[in-house]
């Protein structure tokens, strides 16, 4: 990250401010650790001490024979990577996909399209950063998305003059591809979690690359995002936090966003607070940031110490849009236009997350009927893999194409795959058609029928 000494130097207030959170977490974490008997446990109230514990245990989603016997079986994966190790019940899930959840960064594009229109290196940091960290409402839902299945694909249109596509290019290990495109930026990920099952808990790596492209200035932005932490999963409320650095790099002129998520302390000390600096390729800083990643986010130019620069104020560049109350999942109103199908394109394909059954027998609140679906789709999963094997196929993504570069991440090495173009002349040919659309909730979800087998 450049020379860490300077960037310790020239964080100012924010630094100690981290410190002393991260103190109390630490605390908290320790008073608590194999509560009430259970070998593992550690609940953790965000709203409270450590005296209100033994109470906050009994709160939570599940029911406690329901919760006794699920911890009994999860944990002998204490320490694991569970990403695709556990069959989970639908009762945890959101109707809605990994891939479907990918496209939620797309809600707040105005602000990529502010970057691109920016002739202002260190403001179209500031925009981008923002855009990055707007996600993150949406990621404090503590429902577990739908894993895809391989070949599964998410299609958005009618927002921002975006076409977004995501597809699974990999079951074992789990991984999707994302592109987004108009006449601003182009996006580009490679999508690939790793976690730690730790008890009542799960650590998150984000082990992925984004890239986005500023077409204005041809400004290529690469993205590190901080882990995130799944608090209380069997026992407790549970709740996320995503303590640790944020990094966005303009790999054109070397400048950066560096900014930092603290972590909560107790009584809900520092949660939700992001604080950073934008800095030159020097490594000095420019611009400072502060604001709640759940709330709003903010700007203000500053001096080589850090500080605000005198006769400038604040100014905020995002604010979070309203959302439904009471909503039974916590969905933005962007959140379930995704579900909806009016933001999807003309022949949607039959890959297409909406038309998962499982999904959507979990949106109409039929819990039975969704967990019948969702095994019944594993089940068929795997028959098609044992039907590959058979025939010596393998599987290839249809839209993107994996390429040969290896990318280093702070988890871990990451196989790239790139958009491959194929998609535009699909969609290009769709909208041209002038063949009568069937009623698209009738399509059958099909991922496998796209599959373009190769003899190995």
């Not at 919760?67 to 694991?80: I, L, T």
């Not at 819990?367 to 196929?393: D, M, P, V």
Request: proline share 6%; aromatic share 12%; with cysteine.
């Amino acid at each position: 990250m450049g020379t860490p000494q300077k960037e310790n130097e020239s964080k100012g207030f924010f630094s100690a401010m981290s410190s002393r959170f991260s103190v109390f977490s630490n605390a908290m974490h320790r008073s608590v650790n194999g509560l009430l008997g259970y070998e593992g446990v550690e609940v953790i109230n965000p709203e409270g001490g450590k005296d209100d514990v033994e109470d906050e245990v009994q709160r939570g989603r599940w029911k406690p024979e329901e919760r006794d016997s699920y911890w009994k079986m999860m944990q002998n994966y204490v320490g694991a990577d569970v990403t695709s190790l556990v069959t989970l019940p639908v009762i945890i899930f959101e109707p809605m996909t990994m891939i479907q959840k990918m496209a939620e960064l797309m809600e707040y594009s105005y602000l990529l399209d502010k970057a691109d229109e920016s002739e202002d290196p260190y403001m179209q940091l500031v925009y981008a950063s923002s855009w990055a960290i707007s996600v993150y409402f949406a990621y404090q839902r503590t429902w577990k998305p739908f894993n895809p299945i391989l070949g599964e694909t998410y299609e958005l249109t009618n927002h921002g003059g975006i076409t977004f596509l995501a597809e699974q290019v990999s079951h074992h290990p789990p991984m999707s591809a994302g592109h987004a495109e108009n006449e601003h930026f182009t996006y580009d990920v490679t999508s690939k979690l790793k976690t730690k099952f730790l008890g009542n808990s799960v650590d998150v790596y984000p082990v992925g690359r984004t890239r986005v492209t500023l077409k204005r200035h041809g400004v290529v932005l690469d993205l590190v995002p901080p882990p995130t932490k799944v608090n209380n999963l069997i026992f407790g409320r549970t709740w996320i936090d995503s303590p640790g650095e944020m990094i966005m790099t303009n790999l054109t002129t070397g400048d950066k966003a560096v900014l930092y998520f603290q972590q909560c302390g107790w009584f809900g000390a520092g949660r939700y607070e992001v604080d950073g600096y934008i800095y030159n390729s020097a490594e000095e800083p420019k611009i400072l940031m502060t604001g709640k990643w759940n709330q709003s986010m903010n700007y203000q130019p500053c001096d080589l110490e850090g500080e605000p620069l005198p006769n400038t104020e604040l100014k905020e560049v995002w604010h979070v849009a309203d959302v439904p109350p009471n909503d039974k999942f916590q969905y933005t109103h962007f959140a379930h236009k995704l579900n909806s199908f009016d933001t999807a394109p003309k022949k949607l394909l039959a890959s297409d997350s909406r038309l998962r059954p499982d999904r959507y027998a979990l949106e109409m609140g039929d819990l039975s009927k969704s967990g019948t679906e969702k095994s019944s789709l594993e089940e068929r999963q795997r028959a098609e893999k044992r039907a590959r094997e058979e025939k010596g196929h393998k599987f290839t993504p249809r839209w993107f194409d994996l390429t040969e570069e290896v990318t280093p991440t702070p988890w871990g090495e990451l196989e790239i795959y790139q958009y491959n173009g194929k998609y535009d002349e699909h969609r290009a040919a769709a909208d041209n058609s002038n063949s009568i659309d069937a009623d698209v909730k009738s399509i059958e979800f099909n991922p496998w029928q796209y599959a373009d087998l190769a003899t190995e």
